[in-house]
């Protein structure tokens, strides 16, 4: 990827996989489905049984070839999230709640202005966490050790 192109890259996705979106450009458009995927190198979203081609795919080891029908990515700019009170198409924002946690919240022409809910999908971890310490975490004794005292300026190096 060349530097102009990595320049045209969204920072901020407003699109997570696992929303409700409407294609609003393309051979679909009007269509809703759920994205499936999110190629953020791209700039690409999949979503589920929308923007079908057909793909010739060469026979090869382990695998049969053919023509196979597929979904292929549709740029980020020609979908837009669902609102979850009206059901129509909105610009995402983002806000922040009195406790402090960051929300999205739908936002343009004939949006509710609701809270846009984070997809279930994100929640599962594909991987879950160690229970267990390992060979490279630190031993909870040497966490806990405290070496530094604030009110006799112990343990703090001489600058």
């Known amino acids: ?3 102009k192109a990595a320049e045209k890259l969204i920072r901020h996705w407003k699109v997570l996989r696992g929303d409700t979106v409407m294609i609003i450009r393309g051979k679909d458009k009007g269509d809703t489905g759920v994205v499936k995927r999110v190629v953020r190198s791209q700039n690409r979203v999949i979503v589920e049984g929308k923007n079908l081609v057909k793909k010739h795919i060469k026979a090869g080891e382990g695998h049969e070839g053919g023509i196979f029908t597929v979904e292929a990515p549709l740029h980020a700019s ?5 609102d979850p009170v009206t059901g129509r198409p909105c610009k995402v924002g983002i806000k922040y709640l009195e406790d402090g ?6 936002r343009g022409e004939g949006a509710s202005g609701s809270i846009i809910p984070r997809p279930e999908i994100l929640k599962i971890r594909t991987t879950p966490r160690p229970t267990f310490a390992g ?5 909870m004794a040497l966490v806990l050790e405290k070496t530094y005292d604030a009110n006799t300026g112990k343990g703090m190096p001489d600058l």
Do not use: I
Request: glycine share 6%; net charge positive.
């Open 1 to 3: 990827m060349g530097w």
């Open 78 to 82: 020609n979908v837009q999230v669902l």
């Open 101 to 106: 946690t960051k929300v999205r919240v739908s």
């Open 135 to 139: 060979s490279k975490d630190t031993p």
